[in-house]
T-cell receptor, first 114, second 113 residues
């Protein structure tokens, strides 16, 4: 089955810890995205990557880092510099060019700071 | 700056009713508009995507329309069912190089048996 997987489904972090959220896709999509979702707010873009070994900051990149070493994978690290990391994190992917940029989403990771 | 608004924020209807969800946007220079569904605690499912050159798209009981000049899109759900209960989000893809999605806050729909 083609799709996007995110792991873990639930993640708990202690103060001062870095944690990494996994996102993998087998859709052969070039572009991948990380969003954060908080109650009462629209989805906010953290980082996006249009091609391997390249990525750009979104609207709320501070306290987060990413890498794109493989086309299929786009992990997100939530660092201790992110002051309010408790949220629902969504990964998405899309074809890059010559397409309609339709985005497809994974099931999400819920991060809670203890 | 593009802003996307969805009205109403919440809607409760009896099963079988036809209903319309609204999405409005402030800048008509869009590439496309996408409607999504989100169940509680889950990821988003893409429902329909309308290109800027299109007026509507249909999938099963769903029909989405786009009126760029007035900055509006509607999602029509025919013969609603309890399984349609979810939050419906619309997102606008801006024209030009900055093709990032701008999101509405969603409409939370409850279809009661």
């Amino acid at each position: 089955d083609g799709g996007i997987t995110q792991s873990p489904k639930y993640l708990f972090r202690k103060e001062g810890q870095n944690v990494t959220l996994s996102c993998e896709q087998n859709l052969n999509h070039d572009a991948m995205y990380w969003y954060r979702q908080d109650p009462g707010q629209g989805l906010r873009l953290i980082y996006y990557s249009q091609i391997v070994n390249d990525f750009q900051k979104g609207d709320i990149a501070e306290g987060y880092s990413v890498s794109r070493e493989k086309k299929e994978s786009f992990p997100l690290t939530v660092t201790s510099a992110q002051k309010n990391p408790t949220a629902f994190y969504l990964c998405a992917s899309s074809r890059r060019e010559g397409s309609y940029n339709e985005q497809f989403f994974g099931p999400g990771t819920r991060l809670t700071v203890l | 700056k593009q802003e996307v608004t969805q009205i109403p924020a919440a809607l409760s209807v009896p099963e079988g009713e036809n209903l319309v969800l609204n999405c409005s946007f402030t800048d008509s220079a869009i590439y496309n508009l996408q409607w999504f569904r989100q169940d509680p605690g889950k990821g988003l499912t893409s429902l329909l995507l309308i290109q800027s050159s299109q007026r509507e798209q249909t999938s099963g009981r769903l029909n989405a329309s786009l009126d760029k000049s007035s900055g509006r899109s509607t999602l029509y759900i025919a013969a609603s069912q309890p399984g349609d209960s979810a939050t419906y989000l619309c997102a606008v893809n801006g024209a030009g190089n900055n093709r990032k999605l701008i999101w509405g806050l969603g409409t939370s729909l409850a279809v009661n048996p």
